[in-house]
């Protein structure tokens, strides 16, 4: 799912790991804002699909007892706000809470936004040529998640959003919904396999994600349409210092599906607005290594492909993405990197700056 804030609500309610929000209240750190169990903290961001800028959140993280830490995550409640040079905005809140030692989650996020995007025409109208794409719209996410046996997880979730968006081209025929009043109610399944060693940070183990999110007229939605995705990663540590890292991700898309919920290729390099479709597909594979305790290099390399564009470009076509990065640990404790990367792609390179590794 591409539209920004409910992209994050959308892997947030898709999964159980601890960590959504970390507990960062015991960490020492120069970034944050502490009194208590209330924590500030602003998170600078950088990418060709929004441009600079930040997210300032803050989060309230419940008391626990001692044998309640050794169990499961501490609840928390959660709030987020994003401005970025391109004068995209958002807000966001977040409810997650762990009963049962653990065995049970709960996770609800629900907020407004407002994005300015580019977006590349199509063949038959003037292709190559980037065209103005507005989103703005409301959203509401919610997951039970339940531990099912040993490292196996499985949960339903349900996703309302609804958007109103608005394009350069008055008249655009594609396999993708271009309506400017959208509103898409969905009930869905999801599956995970977690060995992780830490989920913010993986120096070992492997996580698979399935999920699928059915949108249909009867439930409130007015489109019917399916949505499936799912995402195979693998860590392994090569030395006290190196870590290899590789993921495999798919997604399709099916019926009347809005141009708002495409499909995108998961790689750097590029806007995630220039290869939007019904089918996507990317692999990547990353070196990370740690120089001490603070500081850290990566290289990456990658390929993607996209099926049923709405821009024709690239269509059926592998879409290359390889690069550099600089890491800096800002909370060592949860292996939490302050992350800028140099990604190059066909006809397109791009800067990357966020908080947490790319996969």
Same mark, same amino acid.
């Given at each position: 799912?591409l539209?920004?804030?409910?992209?994050?609500?959308?892997?947030?309610?898709?999964?159980?790991r601890?960590g959504?929000?970390?507990?960062?209240?015991?960490?020492?750190?120069?970034? !944050?804002?502490?009194?208590?169990?209330?924590?500030?903290?602003?998170i600078?961001?950088?990418?060709?699909?929004?441009?600079?800028?930040?997210?300032?959140?803050?989060?309230?993280?419940?008391?626990?007892?001692?044998? $309640?830490? !050794?169990?499961?995550?501490?609840?928390?409640?959660?709030?987020?706000?994003?401005?970025?040079?391109?004068?995209?905005?958002?807000?966001?809140?977040?409810?997650?809470?762990?009963? !049962?030692?653990g065995?049970?989650?709960?996770?609800?996020?629900?907020?407004?936004?407002?994005?300015?995007?580019?977006?590349?025409?199509?063949?038959?109208?003037a292709?190559?040529?980037?065209?103005?794409?507005?989103? $703005?719209?409301?959203?509401?996410?919610?997951?039970?998640?339940?531990?099912?046996k040993?490292?196996?997880?499985?949960?339903?979730?349900?996703?309302?959003?609804?958007?109103?968006?608005?394009?350069?081209?008055?008249?655009?025929?594609?396999?993708? /919904?271009?309506?400017?009043?959208?509103?898409?109610?969905?009930?869905?399944?999801?599956f995970?396999?977690?060995?992780?060693?830490?989920?913010?940070?993986?120096y070992?183990?492997?996580?698979?994600?399935? /999920?699928?999110?059915?949108?249909? $007229?009867?439930?409130?939605?007015?489109?019917?349409?399916?949505?499936?995705?799912?995402?195979?990663?693998?860590?392994?540590?090569?030395?006290?210092?190196?870590?290899?890292?590789?993921?495999?991700?798919?997604?399709?898309?099916?019926?009347?599906?809005?141009?708002?919920?495409?499909?995108?290729?998961?790689?750097?390099?590029f806007?995630?607005?220039?290869?939007?479709?019904?089918?996507?597909?990317?692999?990547?594979?990353?070196?990370?290594?740690?120089?001490?305790?603070?500081?850290?290099?990566?290289?990456?390399?990658?390929?993607?492909?996209?099926?049923?564009?709405?821009?024709?470009?690239?269509?059926?076509e592998?879409?290359?993405?390889?690069?550099?990065?600089?890491?800096?640990?800002?909370?060592?404790?949860?292996?939490?990197?302050?992350r800028? /990367?140099?990604?190059?792609?066909?006809?397109? /390179?791009?800067?990357?700056?966020?908080?947490?590794?790319?996969?």
């Amino acid at each position: 799912m591409l539209w920004g804030p409910a992209a994050f609500a959308q892997d947030a309610a898709t999964d159980t790991r601890p960590g959504i929000a970390p507990d960062i209240r015991e960490d020492e750190i120069n970034l !944050k804002l502490q009194r208590g169990d209330f924590v500030v903290v602003p998170i600078p961001i950088s990418n060709p699909t929004l441009g600079d800028g930040l997210v300032a959140g803050a989060a309230y993280f419940y008391p626990q007892t001692v044998e $309640e830490k !050794k169990l499961q995550p501490a609840s928390v409640t959660a709030a987020a706000g994003m401005y970025t040079s391109n004068d995209s905005k958002a807000l966001a809140l977040l409810q997650q809470n762990y009963w !049962k030692n653990g065995k049970w989650r709960f996770t609800g996020v629900l907020g407004a936004a407002d994005l300015r995007l580019g977006l590349l025409a199509p063949d038959d109208t003037a292709s190559g040529q980037s065209i103005d794409w507005q989103i $703005e719209g409301s959203f509401v996410f919610a997951k039970l998640a339940r531990k099912l046996k040993g490292d196996w997880y499985g949960g339903v979730l349900t996703r309302m959003v609804d958007a109103n968006q608005s394009l350069e081209l008055p008249s655009i025929e594609s396999d993708l /919904d271009t309506g400017s009043d959208i509103r898409a109610m969905g009930l869905g399944l999801y599956f995970e396999y977690d060995t992780r060693d830490m989920p913010s940070n993986s120096y070992s183990g492997r996580y698979l994600k399935v /999920d699928a999110l059915f949108n249909d $007229e009867r439930i409130g939605s007015n489109k019917t349409y399916q949505s499936a995705g799912a995402a195979l990663r693998s860590y392994h540590e090569l030395s006290d210092s190196v870590v290899l890292a590789w993921e495999l991700q798919g997604c399709h898309r099916g019926g009347g599906t809005p141009l708002w919920d495409a499909c995108t290729v998961k790689l750097r390099g590029f806007s995630a607005t220039d290869y939007l479709g019904k089918v996507t597909a990317s692999g990547q594979v990353e070196a990370r290594w740690r120089m001490n305790k603070r500081w850290g290099l990566v290289g990456f390399a990658g390929t993607g492909y996209v099926g049923n564009s709405f821009s024709g470009v690239r269509d059926n076509e592998t879409i290359p993405s390889y690069g550099a990065g600089i890491r800096f640990m800002v909370l060592q404790a949860k292996r939490i990197n302050l992350r800028i /990367d140099y990604a190059r792609s066909t006809g397109s /390179d791009a800067i990357h700056i966020s908080v947490g590794e790319a996969f």
